[in-house]
């Protein structure tokens, strides 16, 4: 990453997904899904435009942004949606896309899939 790329706002994705619709399964892989993206990409407060969570239509035990709290995203737009139930879709998954200043590239950019959530996007496992 260059100091010199200036800062633009990019799309960072990721997804995690839990055994059953639990709130503290839902917060806890939250948590753990924005800390890894954050991580990442190195990512501050400031930096975090807005959020959009979505989860498939068997979760509904937490709004899972209330895990975003803790890293002072209490400012930062978020809006949850609920997945289009695709058959065959990955059950108990919780999708996050965040739009954030960053002055990484989009190649740079880490996108982040855990848990049973790595089915959705192989290539982008680490």
Do not use: K
Request: charged share 25%; net charge negative.
């Amino acid at each position: 990453m260059s100091d010199q790329h200036p800062r633009e706002v990019r799309g960072i994705r990721g997804a995690t997904a839990v055994e059953a619709n639990d709130a503290n399964q839902i917060l806890e892989a939250t948590d753990e899904l924005l800390r890894r993206l954050i991580e990442a990409n190195g990512l501050h407060p400031d930096d975090i435009v807005s959020a959009l969570f979505t989860m498939t239509a068997d979760l509904d035990a937490a709004f899972p942004a209330r895990a975003a709290e803790v890293y002072g995203w209490n400012i930062v737009a978020i809006l949850h949606s609920t997945e289009i139930p695709v058959p065959g879709s990955l059950p108990r998954c919780i999708r996050l896309l965040v739009h954030a200043y960053t002055r990484l590239r989009h190649d740079e950019i880490r996108h982040v899939y855990l848990r049973a959530a790595t089915v959705l996007r192989p290539d982008r496992v680490e």
